[in-house]
């Protein structure tokens, strides 16, 4: 079983920064992918960002692309996103998740609880 954990959020004022971090722990696993997804009252849990761990590259939702960063810290299964220049709809509760290897072509996801991020003057 993955366990994964965010760290981090809170809130902030507009214009402010944010860094969320996130682990992912369960013994000796492949990782696909670590990211974010985020989700307010009455929507759909929509992504934010991706590390990608074979082409080790991040991919950005357009509506924070510019403004989040997010980075893997090597050798640990650990992402952080910096989100700088945060706006009011930035406010979310973000969740991180793992996208774990099985055997080919399978895989499954585990997410985290959440963490809230509120972006208010």
């Known amino acids: 079983q993955v366990t994964v954990r965010e760290f981090g959020g809170g809130w902030v004022q507009p214009g402010g920064s944010v860094k969320l971090a996130c682990t992912a722990e369960?013994?000796?696993?492949?990782?696909?992918?670590m990211g974010w997804f985020r989700q307010t009252p009455g929507r759909e849990r929509e992504f934010v960002a991706r590390f990608r761990w074979k082409e080790n590259s991040p991919n950005y939702a357009n509506t924070v692309k510019d403004r989040f960063t997010i980075s893997r810290l090597n050798a640990e299964k650990t992402v952080s996103l910096q989100m700088n220049n945060l706006e009011s709809d930035d406010t979310a509760v973000y969740y991180c998740?793992?996208?774990?290897?099985?055997?080919?072509?399978?895989?499954?996801?585990?997410w985290g609880p959440g963490t809230q991020v509120t972006v208010s003057s």
């Open positions: 369960g013994g000796n696993f492949s990782t696909i992918a």
């Open positions: 998740y793992v996208d774990v290897a099985l055997e080919t072509p399978h895989s499954f996801r585990s």
